[in-house]
Structures are given as C-alpha cells and as structure tokens.
C-alpha cells in the first residue's frame, strides 16, 4: 500500500515535525541534567539542593499522603453511617446527624483551593476590568482623566495591598457564620486589585484603536448603544480583550502565591510557607515540587486560555510557541 504525501502519517514522519518535537524534549532534558548537578554543589543548613530524583521521591510521598488521608475520610464517613444505623435499629425516632471531616489538608487538596481561589478572583477581576476597559476606550477624555490613577495603583504589590485588604475584610465580614472564610477572601481581592490592570488597559487599546469603518456601520446602520458594543466593539477588540485576560491571569496565578502565604489561605502559598517554618529533611524537596507545580500549572492555565481564545475570537493565530 503507497502512502501518499498529504497523508497525517507522512506528515508525522517528516523532518520538520520530528524538529519540532525533539527541540522541547532536549530543552526539558537539558534543563534537568543542570539541575541535577548544579543542585548537588548547593550545600545548605539542610543539606543540599534537592535535585529532580529528590523531588520525585517526594512527589510520590505526598501522592501516598494524600491516598492515606482519603482512605481516613472514608473511614470517619463509614463508622458515623454504622453508628447512625444501630441507633436507629434501637431508636427509629432518633435524631442523627453526620459531622464533617475535619482532617489536615493535603498538598492535593491545596492545589484545589488555590485553583478556586485563583478562578474566582481572575473572574472578579475581569467582570470588573473589561466593561471599565470598554468605557475607557470608546471616551478619550474619561480615559485621560482616569489614566494617570491605573497607572498609580497598577505597579502596586500584592504585598501593600494585603495588610490593607486585611483590615477592611476583617472589619465589614462579620459572620458568626460566614459561608467563606476570611483568609479566602482576603486572598481573592488581594489577586483581584493587581490582576485586573492589563485587562484593563488591553480592553481600552482595544477598543480605542478599531477600525473606523466599523464606526461608519454602526451610525450608518444607526445601532443603539448596547448593540453597537455587542456587535461591533467587542468582536473587534477580542483578540486584544484575550492578551490582556492572559497577562490578568498569569500575574493572578504568581500574586496568589504570596497572598495565600501571609494570609494562611490553605492553599499552595499555606504549603509552601509551613515547609519553610517547618525546616525538616525533607522541606527543601517539598518546597521544590511546590514550585515545579506552581508552574505548571501556570503554563496550563496559559494554555487554557489561549486555546478558549483560538476558539472564541475571530484572530485565530494567538502565540502558538
């Protein structure tokens, strides 16, 4: 049987596809042969550097955590439900109840809050950042009286922001039973005031640079307002909307970090600081998987959002490296 050229098995097999999947893989290996032997010479009060093996080792402990906690959950819920059934087999008329499992987080566990708290600051911060942006960008002059304040709070780091944010949710959240934790929200509008900027500003370019032939439709077609932004300026400002929501989210992603870490959200910032206080053996490499998750998870969350842009705007070449 001939294969032709145009066939997917030709182009898999052709040089350029090979080049452009061997050059990653060298860049990765590279990368941990240096690791692995630059961590060896980095001697510190608890121990050396550790390398890729160690951090493996140690992302297979926290794996075996995580398993051991799950099957406690499990356990805790099986003995409530046996109780439960032999107090009713005594007393049908019995009031039972099913405590919640109060047991100590996992790193994978961590992980899963922080995407939370990540997601729903990233998604405050662009409610707020794309109708502003839009507001901006179809005014001149509210964008230049409104510029100059952006561009005072939009250097300003998470670290200013938290003691502030700090002393305002703990003044007006007061629940004797509150249906978020303090901490969560602490970090949520702490990724919200330093991620919202380059949506902003990328929203308001955006819009500001459209062509002005879309203008002419729009009055020649005599759209109303909320029509005009929906069928003419948003469609036209998308690919910049999504540059701005990927720079939002990467700086949301790096900002949770140290929030969570002073704010003791129980997430991967929460880990990364008690390995630090804890200061055992096997901190450093915990640390180390901390930081190899952090980032790639980010890199994910990357290319999440340029894949829901390729699919969402009309611009379909995005950065494909």
Not at 149 to 174: F, G, R
Not at 202 to 222: E, F, Y
Not at 261 to 275: I, R, S, T, Y
Request: with cysteine; proline share 6%.
């Amino acid at each position: 049987m001939k294969v032709s050229a145009s066939t997917p098995w030709s182009r898999l097999a052709s040089p350029l596809c090979w080049s452009k999947s061997l050059i990653p893989v060298l860049g990765l290996g590279t990368f941990l042969l240096l690791w692995h032997l630059l961590a060896a010479q980095v001697n510190t009060s608890l121990g050396t550097l550790p390398g890729p093996v160690q951090t493996g080792q140690q992302l297979a402990n926290l794996v075996q955590e995580h398993s051991r906690e799950r099957d406690r959950e499990r356990a805790f819920y099986q003995r409530q439900v046996a109780r439960n059934q032999a107090l009713l087999a005594q007393h049908p008329d019995a009031e039972v109840r099913i405590r919640a499992f109060n047991g100590r987080p996992t790193f994978f566990d961590q992980i899963l809050t922080s995407l939370k708290t990540v997601a729903a600051g990233f998604l405050l911060a662009s409610a707020i950042a794309i109708p502003a942006g839009i507001a901006l960008g179809l005014n001149r002059n509210l964008y230049r009286a409104l510029n100059p304040v952006v561009q005072l709070l939009k250097p300003v780091s998470p670290l200013a922001w938290l003691p502030l944010v700090t002393i305002v949710v703990s003044a007006l959240y007061v629940s004797p039973e509150p249906l978020v934790s303090k901490s969560f929200l602490i970090s949520l509008f702490t990724v919200t005031l330093c991620s919202l900027w380059p949506t902003l500003l990328n929203t308001a370019v955006g819009v500001a640079n459209m062509d002005k032939d879309l203008n002419n439709v729009s009055k020649m077609l005599r759209l109303g307002g909320l029509t005009h932004v929906r069928r003419i300026v948003l469609p036209s400002a998308l690919p910049m909307i999504f540059t701005g929501l990927r720079l939002s989210l990467g700086v949301a992603w790096m900002v949770l970090i140290a929030a969570e870490m002073l704010a003791q959200n129980p997430g991967l910032g929460k880990f990364v600081w008690d390995e630090f206080q804890n200061g055992s053996r096997d901190s450093m490499a915990r640390i180390m998987v901390a930081v190899v998750a952090i980032g790639l998870i980010g890199y994910l969350l990357d290319r999440l959002m340029l894949g829901l842009q390729q699919h969402l705007s009309w611009d379909k070449s995005g950065d494909r490296r």
